[in-house]
């Protein structure tokens, strides 16, 4: 369970958002199995007034969707923005996404129009919707992919993240990124991967990424690679049992590097497979590789 659910906040918000048939609406729904109160499709301008109310003494899970009345990215953001600067308010954004291969082909299954494909093939339709909430989507505490999922998986998925402490063992996502956008919110922790080797440098290597055999091999070339593995899992294991024991049920790391393509996504496929060998929940995020795999997506450069 996240921590902003544990705390003492007047309101406790949830914004759960992503492209249209990617499992919004089903996530909206285990979330409101789990006891949250569920708002969908509210508008924009209406959330001030919920927040000027009295609290309703448990989580708010709010869908935002691009067929929302008055919708828009900027004025989203803004919101976001907004309310994270609100002593009252307790904010987290969970994006729902999926690949546009996989969303193309529900489209054809169902057989049902896109919202944005007005006049225009269901593909073209996907790949706006990709391109306008690709701001958003770098902005999400919570990412879950749902290209693999089935609707089942996904409610188990909303469980494990959102469901109050249900299970009994802690979830741990790592999360690898660039310092040059700045540091993921909601992060527990935070290791700095910029003082080990870079296989940037390389050209044979540049264009690849941290997932990548030979760009680990290269790293872990570095004389310190080894003892800082050696320093940074033994940390988290004496400190996970201690967060778990303390009720804490999502314990959120981030590594960092220059750009997020290398060194941080190496380190953090490396720790993960630990801390999941030992028994840990663990999911794994690569925030500047997904944001290149959406803009690469939706024909964006850059």
């Not at 879950?144 to 089935?150: G, M, P, Q, R, V």
């Not at 910029?194 to 760009?215: I, Q």
């Not at 009720?247 to 993960?272: D, F, M, W």
Request: with cysteine; glycine share 10%.
């Amino acid at each position: 369970m996240p921590e902003w659910i544990r705390t003492q906040h007047e309101h406790r918000l949830l914004l759960v958002t992503g492209p249209s048939g990617a499992g919004r609406s089903t996530a909206i729904h285990a979330l409101e199995d789990l006891g949250m109160e569920v708002i969908d499709n509210l508008p924009l301008s209406f959330l001030p007034r919920l927040i000027d109310g009295p609290s309703l003494g448990r989580p708010v899970a709010l869908g935002i969707d691009v067929r929302n009345r008055d919708f828009s990215v900027t004025g989203l953001i803004e919101m976001i923005d907004q309310l994270t600067r609100d002593p009252k308010v307790g904010l987290e954004l969970l994006y729902v996404d999926c690949s546009p291969d996989a969303l193309i082909r529900r489209y054809s299954e169902t057989r049902r129009r896109h919202p944005l494909a007005s006049g225009e093939t269901v593909t073209e339709g996907i790949r706006r919707e990709i391109d306008l909430l690709s701001p958003v989507r770098a902005r999400a505490d919570h990412l879950i992919d749902t290209t693999e999922l089935s609707p089942h998986d996904l409610r188990a998925e909303i469980k494990l993240w959102f469901g109050e402490g249900q299970g009994g063992h802690m979830a741990v996502s790592i999360q690898s990124f660039s310092y040059k956008r700045g540091l993921p919110r909601g992060l527990d922790m935070v290791f700095d991967c910029r003082f080990l080797r870079n296989p940037y440098w390389n050209p044979d290597l540049r264009g690849k990424d941290g997932r990548d055999v030979e760009v680990a091999d290269d790293i872990a070339q570095d004389p310190r690679f080894d003892e800082f593995i050696e320093r940074v899992s033994g940390l988290l294991q004496f400190l996970l049992p201690a967060h778990s024991d303390e009720g804490k049920t999502h314990l959120s790391i981030g590594l960092g590097c220059t750009g997020g393509q290398h060194r941080s996504v190496a380190v953090a496929e490396k720790l993960g497979k630990m801390l999941a060998d030992t028994g840990w929940t663990v999911s794994k995020r690569h925030r500047e590789l997904e944001r290149n795999g959406a803009q690469a997506a939706s024909g964006i450069s850059g």
